[in-house]
């Protein structure tokens, strides 16, 4: 099954779609420009490419008319209430990631970048990065997108944003994961842009996880 058509089974909004291709997107590019080490290209794509299924949680229930999407997110909803990363871990174990795939899926999020920055997978390095690359309305950098984090989840309960300590290091080790792939790619990071990812989009929509 490719990517689209999982995405279709879960009658994901295309915004949500978007953004998992972006970021799929991107990683390709670092991909096809990477000097370092060998690296298990296959998993960061996959990875990549179903790290958000489980933010349909996050979505308000009345923001799209599918009736499809609405009974499959309140069955989720009763179960991992607004836990999204534990939905996005059991789909991907549903949907075929290997135990190193889930692994990375664990591993890859913002409030464990310290962990990332001083792990020896560049596999979740990049996962990471190129997730932390991609706002809502595209390809952003570094700093504006994680500066955008912190003035939008400030206000939320135990999140790593609403301590400004925690937030701030989180950025500085995020632009130094940053510094760490930018070293082995043939490419700069303001190559990584809308404009250098759109070649991607289409291959990744048929891409087969």
């Not at 991992?80 to 534990?86: I, L, P, R, S, V």
């Not at 690359?133 to 390809?139: D, I, Q």
Request: proline share 1%.
């Amino acid at each position: 099954m490719n990517s689209i058509e999982i995405y279709k089974k879960y009658h994901l909004p295309e915004n949500l779609q978007m953004h998992m291709l972006r970021v799929a997107a991107c990683a390709n590019l670092i991909i096809d420009n990477w000097m370092g080490e060998e690296i298990d290209k296959e998993a960061i794509i996959r990875v990549s490419l179903l790290h958000d299924m489980g933010n349909m949680l996050k979505i308000p229930e009345d923001f799209s008319e599918d009736i499809e999407f609405k009974k499959i997110r309140k069955e989720y909803f009763d179960i991992y209430g607004t836990n999204d990363h534990e939905l996005n871990m059991e789909i991907g174990k549903k949907e075929g990631l290997t135990d190193k795939e889930l692994i990375i899926l664990d591993g890859k999020r913002s409030r464990k970048n310290e962990e990332t920055l001083n792990s020896n997978s560049f596999e979740r390095k990049i996962c990471a990065y190129c997730d932390q690359r991609v706002a809502p309305e595209g390809v952003v950098s570094i700093k504006e997108r994680l500066e955008d984090a912190k003035k939008r989840y400030k206000d939320k309960a135990l999140s790593v944003w609403s301590d400004e300590k925690k937030a701030n290091r989180v950025i500085e080790c995020s632009l130094s994961i940053e510094k760490q792939i930018m070293q082995y790619c043939t490419i700069n990071s303001e190559d990584i842009n809308d404009d250098t990812i759109k070649q991607y989009i289409k291959k990744l929509q048929a891409y087969d996880i």
